[in-house]
């Protein structure tokens, strides 16, 4: 009996943890609220509706490519307290940015050294970033930050989706942008 218990030991127990690191490794978890990915498509480059702010609130990916026609994109980010949006320059292209929800801190500037521009931005506030400008949001709040920007052209590729800030930053390392 000890030895059958022994082999099942040394049979079950490496099993279990196998499924137990399986289950808790497996897909990352999704913000609260979020549709799977899988649900998510980039309705670019046909006619499409949708109730902007309604989508943008309900967005919990940090980014996630909504629409991405050939000369314009809309993108909905989320960020979370203290999360930000990299600073960064688009040299062929202007932005535009709609807080929906949250409070934060924008910088601009002509050079990546020298942002005067400094304003605090909260809910229904739009940002507009001339091309070859240098800017940077940061979300200040205690909340999540939910805004839409919109890229004309287009800034990123159609349906690109970010779970987390943390994705977004590994992205940009690995396609220099």
Known sequence: MKKALTILTAVLFPAAIALI???SCGEPER???SPAIEDLEDMGESPWVLDIEEATVDNDYYRIARW???YMQMVLMSLRPGEIIDLEVHEDHDQFIRIEQGEARVLMGESEDNLYFDETVSDDWA???PAGYWHQ????G???LKLYTIYAPSEHPAGIIHETYEEAEEYSHEHEH
């Open 137 to 140: 949001v940061i979300n200040t």
């Open 31 to 33: 913000r609260a609220g």
């Open 68 to 70: 991405t026609g050939e």
């Open 127 to 129: 940002i507009f970033i």
């Open 21 to 23: 690191l399986t289950a």
């Open 142 to 144: 205690n909340n999540d």
